[in-house]
């Protein structure tokens, strides 16, 4: 049976984040952004935790909020957004994220953000393996130079010093392990909708996502 479940996968700054909060604030649906939990084990990996110990911290000590523009996270009270979004805890989530351990330490915490009501979740294998009974399939993709200004812009915005090339380097290798990787690598799944964003503005994409909700589910 299918759930209410919307999944959106890309690779890395292909504007997932962005469309998510988008349909999850017109429709008033919960989010779960999954990128942002193994960017929370590279967090507290770097603090010596153990796989279990993260687990806890997580499910304990992690809050979620959404606001209109973004999503705001906070470990025991504490804004640690921005730290999550820098590029040096990117990299790392994106090798713990090839490890199995991690991954079926995600898995449940992941699953249990779905409580029957609609959710939007956007990830790398939403689709694919964590929400494979989802009713609606997002894949949305760009191209890496489109990607690299984008994440550039990001980070500028935030304050942090960025260089171009060595960003759409990052990029590149980033898409090349995330998709190459043996467990649930990036990928379509089958029964998804293929966006390519990379002339469109996030209006644009909003629209062809709101029509196939529509479709789907109203
Ligand atoms: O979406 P993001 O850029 O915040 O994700 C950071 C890294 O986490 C990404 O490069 C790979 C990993 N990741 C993953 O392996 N599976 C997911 N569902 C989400 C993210």
Same mark, same amino acid.
């Given at each position: 049976?299918?759930?209410?479940?919307?999944?959106?996968?890309?690779?890395?700054? !292909?504007?997932?984040?962005? =469309?998510?909060?988008?349909?999850?604030?017109?429709?008033?649906?919960?989010?779960?952004?999954?990128? !942002?939990?193994?960017? =929370?084990?590279?967090?507290?990996?770097?603090?010596?935790?153990?796989?279990?110990?993260?687990?806890?911290?997580?499910?304990?000590?992690?809050?979620?909020?959404? !606001?209109?523009?973004?999503?705001?996270?906070?470990?025991?009270?504490?804004?640690?957004?921005?730290?999550?979004?820098?590029?040096?805890?990117?990299?790392?989530?994106?090798?713990?994220?090839?490890?199995?351990?991690?991954?079926?330490?995600?898995?449940?915490?992941?699953?249990?953000?779905?409580?029957?009501?609609?959710? &939007?979740?956007?990830?790398?294998?939403?689709?694919?393996? &964590?929400?494979?009974?989802?009713?609606?399939?997002?894949?949305?993709?760009? #191209?890496?130079?489109?990607?690299?200004?984008?994440?550039?812009?990001?980070?500028?915005?935030?304050?942090?010093? &960025?260089?171009?090339?060595?960003?759409?380097?990052?990029?590149?290798?980033?898409?090349?392990?995330?998709?190459?990787?043996?467990? #649930?690598?990036?990928?379509?799944?089958?029964? !998804?909708?293929?966006?390519?964003?990379?002339?469109? #503005?996030?209006?644009? &994409?909003?629209?062809?996502?709101?029509?196939?909700?529509?479709?789907?589910?109203?």
């Amino acid at each position: 049976m299918k759930i209410n479940v919307i999944t959106i996968d890309g690779p890395s700054a !292909s504007g997932k984040g962005a =469309l998510a909060l988008g349909i999850a604030n017109i429709f008033g649906f919960k989010i779960l952004d999954s990128g !942002s939990l193994y960017r =929370l084990f590279a967090y507290f990996l770097k603090m010596k935790l153990s796989s279990n110990e993260i687990a806890d911290q997580i499910k304990m000590n992690i809050e979620f909020n959404k !606001s209109n523009e973004k999503l705001i996270i906070l470990h025991e009270g504490k804004d640690i957004t921005s730290e999550l979004r820098s590029e040096e805890i990117a990299k790392l989530a994106s090798e713990y994220g090839s490890k199995k351990t991690v991954r079926d330490s995600l898995y449940s915490i992941q699953r249990n953000f779905y409580d029957g009501n609609i959710l &939007v979740a956007d990830g790398r294998d939403m689709g694919t393996v &964590v929400f494979k009974d989802a009713k609606l399939k997002i894949f949305l993709t760009a #191209s890496p130079e489109e990607r690299a200004k984008r994440r550039y812009i990001e980070l500028q915005n935030r304050g942090q010093e &960025v260089n171009m090339p060595a960003l759409l380097a990052d990029i590149k290798e980033r898409d090349l392990k995330d998709s190459s990787r043996e467990i #649930s690598p990036l990928i379509p799944a089958e029964d !998804s909708h293929l966006i390519d964003s990379s002339n469109m #503005s996030l209006k644009e &994409v909003c629209s062809i996502a709101k029509n196939l909700i529509k479709k789907e589910f109203i």
